[in-house]
């Protein structure tokens, strides 16, 4: 016997993926249930619930399936042009909030917002990426600049280049950070290091390091909340 095709619909109302977002909030959604609200349906005889935690099996994922360009996805079973380029857009939508949080002029006092904006702005490089976010005197965004670029483990740092564009910018403070394209987003000597370095280099025309984060596979690592900056 042919197997009928399964529907949300048909789950109990609080169960859908949709109604227990607007009711609870999209927190209270697993990744399956927040990619099925994108995806629509699943393949012939699944849900999108079903559909969309076999995309996330085969590709490791929401950070796998997310750092894939859409024209990537767009091959991956159950999605398509159409939802592929639904998925890239929602995703850009997120990284464009966290920079205008940043640019709205609003002075940067919540670490974790930096936080998170580095970890959008690097997470899905396949290289080491070292970054650096200029800050006024009141700790508002000035620019936000990728400044170096390694290969697949590591990234050469130059503090004289940060204290030169930091100059330009009329920068008072700054904030660093980098990716681990490992994932493993533990600081490591090296990186311990180059922060002590940099952080003697911009105290020489007095500019405060406020914070070094380490982006990896989990939440960001702050060196400043670590006592090493």
């Not at 109302?13 to 699943?42: H, W, Y």
């Not at 995309?55 to 360009?69: F, N, S």
């Not at 670490?111 to 959008?120: D, E, I, L, N, V």
Request: charged share 25%.
């Amino acid at each position: 016997m042919e197997r009928q095709p399964v529907h949300i619909r048909d789950w109990p109302v609080e169960e859908r993926p949709r109604e227990k977002l607007l009711k609870r909030g999209a927190m209270t959604l697993s990744d399956a249930e927040l990619l099925a609200l994108f995806i629509g349906s699943g393949a012939r005889g699944e849900d999108a619930v079903s559909g969309a935690r076999a995309l996330l099996l085969a590709c490791g994922g929401i950070r796998g399936l997310l750092d894939k360009p859409a024209a990537s996805l767009q091959h991956l079973k159950g999605l398509g042009p159409a939802r592929a380029a639904l998925l890239g857009a929602a995703l850009e939508l997120g990284n464009r909030h966290q920079a205008a949080m940043l640019a709205r002029g609003d002075a940067l006092t919540d670490p974790a917002s930096a936080a998170r904006y580095f970890s959008s702005r690097l997470r899905a490089s396949p290289h080491e990426v070292f970054a650096v976010l200029f800050l006024d005197t009141r700790h508002r965004a000035i620019q936000f600049e990728e400044m170096f670029r390694g290969t697949i483990d590591g990234a050469e740092v130059h503090p004289r280049e940060i204290v030169r564009r930091a100059l330009e910018c009329n920068a008072a403070a700054v904030m660093v950070g980098h990716n681990h394209p490992s994932g493993h987003s533990e600081p490591s000597a090296a990186d311990r290091a180059v922060t002590q370095r940099l952080k003697q280099s911009l105290a020489l025309v007095d500019i405060r390091l406020l914070d070094h984060f380490v982006i990896g596979d989990g939440p960001p690592v702050s060196l400043a909340a670590r006592g090493w900056v």
